[in-house]
């Protein structure tokens, strides 16, 4: 395991790292959001470790392209081009971003996130229950596919996580940016979504990942994750 520490020193990482920051800084009304950091993460999963209220989500939106930064420069999969940053990443677990409607069958969300993936000229297909296997086979491995006529409210923690995960990944990103991990109160859930996260950086998709529990970054132990601790 390899950690890296935020700091307020050094010099910025080679572009070819997933995650360079240096000196990067997002402040609001009353000072200082997180930063300035300067830390960097060549891995295949990168743990952002820190307590709720110290900045983690903000981070991750500023890595994943969907926050600017006030100061200093936050470089993702080589760019500091947000444009281009928001089409390589999927964000996931941002409540304010990708909640489930609670009321929305698994089928409904599938083909609503499948039509935003699509070129414009494509049209949507139906959604069958074959269909929404092979899509979100990614996300589930040979863990069973929720019915398609479940309800989000229905799911259960792990099923809601990966699906979550699944419905990203339609949009085919090179890198997952995930906030509240450590909202999977059950270890054997969390168990269940890091050996899929896992099992997605062989297949060349890499992760960030927030939480304020260190035992997390014990369950990519196998793969040496970078460690950024606020």
């Known amino acids: 395991m390899t950690t890296l520490h935020a700091t307020r020193q050094g010099a910025p990482a080679a572009s070819t790292a997933v995650v360079a920051l240096s000196a990067a800084r997002v402040d609001g009304a009353r000072g200082a959001v997180f930063g300035p950091i300067t830390a960097a993460s060549d891995r295949p999963i990168t743990v952002v470790h820190g307590p709720r209220g110290s900045g983690r989500t ?5 890595i994943a392209g ?3 930064l006030s100061s200093g420069e936050c470089r993702t999969l080589g760019t500091t081009s947000l444009g281009e940053v928001r089409r390589r990443t999927g964000v ?9 409607e609670p009321a929305v069958t698994v089928g409904d969300l599938v083909r609503e996130r499948l039509s935003w993936a699509l070129p414009w000229y494509r049209r949507t297909p139906r959604i ?3 269909l929404a296997a092979d899509l979100l086979e990614p996300a589930f491995g040979q863990r069973p596919i929720p019915d398609l006529a479940t309800n989000g409210y ?14 990203a990944l339609l949009e085919e990103p090179e890198l997952l940016v995930i906030d509240d991990f450590d909202a999977l109160r059950d270890p054997a859930d969390r168990d269940i979504v890091a050996a ?4 997605l950086s062989r297949r060349g998709v890499r992760s960030v990942i ?8 014990e369950r990519f132990a196998e793969l040496a994750p970078a460690v950024i601790a606020l």
Do not use: C, K, N, V
């Open 210 to 217: 927030a939480t304020s529990d260190p035992g997390d970054i």
């Open 154 to 167: 229905d799911l259960e923690p792990a099923a809601e996580q990966l699906l979550r995960i699944g419905l």
């Open 92 to 100: 996931a677990g941002f409540d304010a971003i990708d909640a489930l």
């Open 128 to 130: 069958t229950a074959e």
């Open 58 to 62: 903000s981070l991750l939106l500023a």
């Open 66 to 68: 969907r926050m600017r």
């Open 196 to 199: 899929r996260l896992a099992e």
